[in-house]
């Protein structure tokens, strides 16, 4: 299912560089979902087997890409109220039970959750939402969300150097990636059901 995105995105991604990264991790960080595994991991592939990319730039435009995205989400959610968000959220597929639970994931965790979100699927493009609702502190909020998604760039970086490694990868079996997506959106999806999906539920336990 991931073939065709991939295809464009590699074939994009060279005109495109450190601004394309940037501008879809700010997506990513938004309320559409584009996993960031099909964004890093493809840049730092083409950074080790072809030079075409810096890695810490890779880390760096992924970083703040992801913080300008969040940063827009929390401005909508602060700016509109939780009324408006819990109304309207779903024609932006946001539904009221996706917000109660993020919101329910910011309460059990305060400040620090914001930094666990961005390690996390899901609940990542969401805690902007309650953050911004109960006006936390932008610059806290600013901070653990650098942070975060500074250190999941740099985990997807790394992700995709081991791709780089592959040698059937090498010899130009790209179709591997997606074998490489899939193993890691599988150990994701366990990560979310442990640690999100039972304080997102309405009675957690």
Not at 137 to 158: E, I, M, P, Q
Request: proline share 5%; aromatic share 12%.
């Amino acid at each position: 299912m991931f073939g065709p995105l991939i295809d464009w995105y590699l074939g994009t991604l060279d005109r495109g560089g450190y601004l394309l990264i940037g501008l879809l991790m700010a997506v990513e960080s938004s309320i559409v979902p584009l996993p960031s595994e099909l964004v890093i991991p493809p840049a730092a592939y083409l950074a080790h087997t072809q030079g075409t990319f810096h890695i810490g730039g890779i880390i760096v435009a992924g970083t703040l890409g992801s913080w300008a995205g969040a940063a827009v989400m929390y401005w909508m959610s602060r700016i509109a109220g939780r009324p408006f968000v819990l109304r309207y959220g779903k024609y932006f597929l946001v539904s009221p039970q996706k917000v109660e639970g993020a919101e329910r994931w910011a309460s059990r965790f305060g400040a620090f959750g914001i930094f666990a979100a961005r390690l996390l699927p899901v609940v990542r493009h969401l805690i902007g939402i309650p953050a911004g609702i109960v006006r936390m502190d932008f610059k806290v909020y600013s901070l653990y969300t650098l942070l975060g998604s500074a250190l999941w760039t740099a985990v997807l970086c790394w992700l995709g150097v081991k791709m780089g490694q592959d040698k059937q990868l090498m010899q130009g079996e790209l179709h591997r990636i997606t074998l490489w997506l899939a193993g890691i959106l599988a150990v994701l999806g366990a990560l979310y059901y442990l640690l999100v999906h039972r304080y997102m539920k309405t009675n957690p336990r």
